[in-house]
């Protein structure tokens, strides 16, 4: 019996835009586009009316924005994801974007298999990040960001600094070695960590240390 098709809504302003990325996930062997929305309050009734697996979304649009737009998703469709595509990567469109709930974060010079494995990764429960917000996202978390200020108490259920920075990092959707390299740490002691992570936290597996870390303001 074969699976379910990932159902997708796609918001975005520009109807040339719009109309483009339907054909493109459409070919998408698995992927069905289930509707379309020209602005944010579009994106929000029609994820509400069609209950999509993921959300397309373009950040700049009339009336409401696209970081408003995914709050309001999220908040009333917790098992609806949300990856932005957009023209733009500054800081003040990426950090409020990802506050706001977004999984995923591509650019929209993005390739059709980019767009496919973001897709992908966002119904398996996974982040997926464009290299370049990635760094970006590493570089706030092993430095800090304005935009993201520490909390002020201690981390909870125990977790130490370090696990903190390793469950960003996996948040941020990087590997194991990808987490190991940033911090200078070997293989086996990130796997510790991540170990301990899901021991304090009770995660079962990546996707609920991510949520947790989303819960918990640590994204």
């Known amino acids: 019996m074969s699976e379910p098709p990932i159902r997708v809504l796609i918001a975005d302003d520009q109807r040339v835009v719009r109309d483009g990325l339907t054909m493109l996930v459409g070919l998408i062997d698995g992927v069905e586009v289930v509707a379309t929305a020209a602005d944010g309050v579009d994106a929000v009734e029609s994820a509400k009316r069609e209950r999509p697996d993921i959300v397309l979304m373009d950040l700049r649009m009339p009336g409401m924005e696209g970081a408003e737009a995914t709050r309001h998703i999220r908040a009333s469709l917790p098992e609806t994801q949300v990856l932005v595509l957009t023209t733009y990567a500054d800081d003040q469109s990426l950090f409020p974007a990802l ?15 980019e767009i496919e494995q973001a897709i992908r990764a966002l119904a398996a429960g996974r982040t997926h990040l464009d290299p370049a917000i990635q760094q970006r996202l590493i570089a706030a978390v092993l430095q ?9 108490q201690p981390p909870p259920d125990g977790l130490s600094s370090r696990e903190v920075e390793v469950l960003k990092l996996i948040a941020a959707g990087m590997s194991n070695g990808e987490i190991a390299t940033a911090l200078f740490l070997s293989n086996a002691t990130i796997k510790t960590h991540i170990n301990r992570i899901f021991s304090k936290t009770g995660a079962r597996d990546r996707a609920q240390a991510v949520r947790y870390a989303y819960q918990h303001g640590m994204v």
């Not at 800090?144 to 002020?152: H, I, L, N, V």
């Open 99 to 113: 506050k706001a709930g977004a999984r995923g974060y591509l650019t929209k010079d993005a390739s059709a298999e």
């Open 144 to 152: 800090g960001q304005p935009s993201m200020p520490a909390r002020p």
